[in-house]
């Protein structure tokens, strides 16, 4: 679920503004105040990375919105050249989400991510970069809940290089060895110190030197690394680990060839002798020197292994001169000091995923945005005697106009879901439990309480698409949707989406009332509030006064433990000549607008209190003739 979402230099929101989300987030306001915007950045992220084309660091022009170029995007007269985008994201695990491990022993509890793109250069590569804009930088956070150990943070930050060619970068542009590593070099690299840890456990010399982003989100990593120093760490580990045959299969001896000196072989052959002499004779016998074959006298590392490994030395034996060279105090620093006097210096870079627990919080929200949003559009299509075959992807999906909600409804009818039925609303002071139900059975009971339809059928039919026909109180013989109003197809397509969705699916709905009686308005506030008791999250854009005024209702009937005073958050949007702006309205207990903002809702408002008024005024004047 989204927790918080901050945005700057994005269309009319030109100042850094950061807003909190609940379960149901409510965006009201004028006409062009702002409050598509908010949500286009939503899209914007989602749509990039469901792209498969991963080299793309954002997509402007996707699945959910088209957005034109970044000079459309970028505030006008902003002095700022990058648009920023941030949010936090927290997994629900209480809801069995299904992008949550319950297995793993540190789960994630939120993942915060901050990304930041431009354009570049000049002409052509300009242009291009104005639909494709370039990763300025991106920022990931991620806290990790262990029982035992408490909170950790762990975090990445990749920027674009500000200088390509200065000393520090120089000598890992000479030691790249391909394009993919060359290109990498384009972004700087920081971890946390424990995540820096991690990556060192494989390559314990290692530089972050570069990234291969995954859109904007870091890909994989490349390190810079002292190839001296590396060797002579896959020396020392098949020395002293009683399995080295699986750490060299972790690393990187099978592609390349690594000489051990015979300074090393002479002083394991010494301790072998320590502790038994027939042992020393067998590792000579194996370890027989070969001048020359190296530039120095030596053995190769393949030998080294068979000889320690696979020879016919005691097993108790093997493992007593194993301990000594563990407990030796001059094998490490011998074995670097011969390898740094038989080599030259030697920088390599080698491709590395983030680390772990960065890694799962890359998953995580790559999971989220490209499977877990969805997003419905204010305007339906319209009413059709037979829906054609849907061409989406994703079977569930009902379209970003509600096209294809007559295919999912028949391909899921029967499918159980979870959702509060309408009963529990029947009462101001309600006790929302999910039952399980099939999602035909959930979607009339809903059609039912709003007051749109009795019963609604789908059926395939082949070739010539699906029909999907209702029955409206009153009625005996149902009808398909050309012969009533809108309501059904405008309504219809929020319910199939939100209730076939899974837990921690986030639902964006632009104007939901659009073309709704206001009882229907006033009672799909209920359905709102519904779904947040699933684990599932609603945001919102809407100019409907009867949704607002009923969900302040909900609140101020509900009684201890009140479930909506923290389910519902609300934004009122204002586009004053400096920008948008977005001033929470918060709703008190008893249902109160707290500091009640001038222009939310106050045009009724102040239409009633005229009527009542003038009302009074006529009266007295009767009073007196």
């Known amino acids: 679920m989204i927790t918080k979402w901050r945005v700057f230099n994005f269309k009319s929101i030109r100042k850094e503004t950061a807003l909190n989300f609940a379960p149901l987030t409510i965006f009201a306001g004028a006409n062009s105040s702002g409050k598509s915007t908010f949500?286009?950045?939503?899209?914007?992220?989602?749509?990039?990375?469901?792209?498969?084309?991963?080299?793309?660091?954002?997509?402007?022009?996707?699945?959910?919105?088209?957005?034109?170029?970044?000079?459309?995007?970028?505030?006008?007269?902003?002095?700022?050249?990058?648009?920023?985008?941030?949010?936090?994201?927290?997994?629900?695990?209480?809801?069995?989400?299904?992008?949550?491990?319950g297995r793993s022993r540190d789960a994630l509890s939120s993942v915060s991510c901050e990304v930041a793109f431009d354009t570049?250069?000049?002409?052509?590569?300009?242009?291009?970069?104005?639909?494709?804009?370039?990763?300025?930088?991106?920022?990931?956070?991620?806290?990790?809940r262990d029982p035992e150990e408490g909170d950790q943070v762990f975090s990445i930050i990749i920027r674009q290089t500000a200088v390509m060619h200065d000393g520090a970068k120089q000598k890992w542009i000479n030691a790249s060895d391909n394009e993919t590593s060359r290109t990498s070099l384009q972004y700087d690299v920081a971890l946390d110190e424990n995540s820096l840890a991690d990556i060192r456990e494989e390559w314990g010399s290692a530089e972050l030197v570069g990234c291969q982003p995954r859109h904007f989100l870091p890909g994989r990593l490349f390190l810079g690394v002292d190839m001296v120093v590396e060797d002579a760490q896959t020396i020392l580990d098949i020395i002293t680990r009683e399995n080295p045959r699986g750490i060299i299969l972790r690393r990187h001896y099978e592609d390349r060839e690594i000489a051990v000196p015979a300074t090393i072989v002479d002083f394991i052959l010494n301790l072998a002798g320590d502790a038994s002499k027939g042992a020393r004779r067998i590792l000579s016998e194996r370890l027989q020197h070969s001048p020359d074959l190296f530039g120095f006298d030596g053995v190769?590392?393949?030998?080294?292994?068979?000889?320690?490994?696979?020879?016919?030395?005691?097993?108790?034996?093997?493992?007593?001169?194993?301990?000594?060279?563990v407990e030796s105090e001059e094998l490490e620093q011998l074995v670097i000091d011969s390898m740094r006097e038989?080599?030259?210096?030697?920088?390599?870079?080698?491709?590395?995923?983030?680390?772990?627990?960065?890694?799962?919080?890359?998953?995580?929200?790559?999971?989220?945005?490209?499977?877990?949003?969805?997003?419905?559009?204010?305007?339906?299509?319209?009413?059709?005697?037979?829906?054609?075959?849907?061409?989406?992807?994703?079977?569930?999906?009902?379209?970003?106009?509600?096209?294809?909600?007559?295919?999912?409804?028949?391909?899921?009818?029967?499918?159980?879901?979870?959702?509060?039925?309408?009963?529990?609303?029947?009462?101001?002071?309600n006790n929302p439990q999910p039952i399980t139900r099939a999602l035909e059975t959930a979607v009339v009971d809903w059609?039912?309480?709003?007051?749109?339809?009795?019963?609604?059928?789908?059926?395939?039919?082949?070739?010539?698409?699906?029909?999907?026909?209702?029955?409206?109180?009153?009625?005996?013989?149902?009808?398909?949707l050309t012969h009533f109003g809108v309501g059904v197809s405008?309504?219809?397509?929020?319910?199939?989406?939100?209730?076939?969705?899974?837990?921690?699916?986030?639902?964006?709905?632009?104007?939901?009332e659009l073309h709704l009686h206001p009882k229907v308005q006033t009672r799909l506030a209920?359905?709102?509030?519904?779904?947040?008791?699933?684990?599932?999250?609603?945001?919102?854009?809407?100019?409907?006064?009867?949704?607002?005024?009923?969900?302040?209702?909900?609140?101020a009937a509900a009684v201890e433990p009140n479930p909506w005073v923290e389910a519902v958050k609300m934004y009122f949007v204002e586009c004053p000549p400096e920008g948008s702006t977005f001033q929470e309205v918060k709703i008190n207990e008893y249902g109160a607008v707290v500091d009640w903002p001038d222009g939310f809702f106050d045009q009724s408002q102040q239409e009633a209190e005229a009527i009542l008024m003038a009302a009074v005024k006529k009266r007295k004047n009767k009073r007196r003739r």
């Open 300 to 325: 190769s590392l393949e030998k080294l292994i068979r000889a320690l490994v696979l020879s016919e030395i005691n097993p108790g034996t093997r493992r007593e001169i194993r301990q000594r060279l």
């Open 342 to 429: 038989h080599r030259k210096e030697e920088h390599a870079i080698r491709p590395s995923p983030p680390p772990r627990a960065i890694a799962r919080a890359i998953t995580y929200l790559d999971n989220f945005f490209s499977t877990a949003i969805r997003y419905l559009g204010p305007l339906r299509d319209e009413p059709k005697s037979l829906y054609p075959l849907s061409p989406a992807s994703d079977p569930s999906d009902v379209g970003l106009k509600g096209e294809h909600t007559a295919a999912v409804l028949e391909l899921y009818k029967n499918r159980p879901v979870r959702y509060i039925p309408t009963s529990a609303f029947s009462d101001a002071e």
């Open 490 to 512: 405008q309504v219809l397509p929020i319910l199939i989406a939100s209730l076939l969705s899974e837990p921690d699916t986030t639902l964006v709905f632009e104007q939901p």
């Open 526 to 555: 209920d359905f709102f509030l519904s779904i947040t008791r699933l684990g599932k999250q609603c945001v919102l854009e809407t100019h409907s006064e009867y949704l607002i005024n009923r969900l302040r209702f909900r609140v």
């Open 447 to 480: 059609l039912q309480y709003l007051g749109v339809a009795e019963d609604v059928k789908s059926e395939d039919r082949g070739k010539f698409g699906h029909e999907l026909t209702v029955r409206i109180a009153g009625t005996k013989r149902p009808h398909d």
């Open 39 to 101: 949500l286009q950045s939503i899209l914007l992220v989602a749509q990039t990375l469901a792209h498969k084309v991963t080299s793309r660091s954002v997509v402007l022009n996707g699945a959910f919105a088209r957005l034109g170029q970044f000079d459309d995007l970028r505030s006008v007269d902003s002095d700022a050249d990058q648009i920023v985008i941030g949010w936090t994201v927290r997994p629900l695990r209480d809801f069995q989400s299904p992008f949550y491990d």
């Open 120 to 144: 570049e250069g000049s002409g052509a590569q300009k242009e291009i970069s104005q639909t494709q804009p370039r990763l300025s930088s991106s920022q990931l956070s991620t806290t990790t």
